[in-house]
């Protein structure tokens, strides 16, 4: 089993800046595709950023494209999300995902993953 723990999420006004974390524990992620996922109230989950396991290809949303970047530290079992120029629509539960079983598919709908984070809040003002 892995567990997840998502931080640093929080208030910010747009245009400004934040970094998640996704602390794994219980086994080592590194063989793991990792991505990043977020729910706003009332809608779907949606893909915002994964990175395949050996941290040499990474994909953003078009939504985030240019302002948010995925990085992963293997030797640390963490995964980070750097988000910058923040907008009010990036306001969601922002959750971190892990896939066990797809090698260097990097999936970009939420069936393919195993693990799931509780999520960090992320609010954005106008």
């Known amino acids: 089993q892995v567990q997840l723990v998502e931080s640093g999420g929080g208030l910010v006004q747009a245009g400004g800046s934040l970094r998640l974390f996704c602390a794994a524990s219980?086994?080592?992620?590194?063989?793991?595709?990792m991505a990043w996922f977020r729910q706003a109230l009332g809608k779907e989950r949606e893909f915002v950023a994964g990175?395949?396991?050996?941290?040499?290809?990474?994909y953003c949303a078009d939504t985030v494209k240019g302002r948010f970047t995925i990085s992963r530290d293997n030797a640390e079992n963490t995964v980070y999300l750097q988000m910058t120029s923040l907008k009010p629509e990036d306001t969601a539960l922002y959750y971190c995902?892990?896939?066990?079983?797809?090698?260097?598919?990097?999936?970009?709908?939420?069936?393919?993953?195993?693990?799931w984070g509780q999520g960090t809040q992320v609010t954005v003002s106008s």
């Open positions: 995902a892990a896939a066990v079983r797809w090698g260097d598919i990097l999936p970009t709908t939420p069936g393919p993953y195993d693990y």
């Open positions: 219980g086994r080592t992620i590194s063989s793991y595709t």
């Open positions: 990175i395949r396991r050996g941290g040499d290809i990474s």
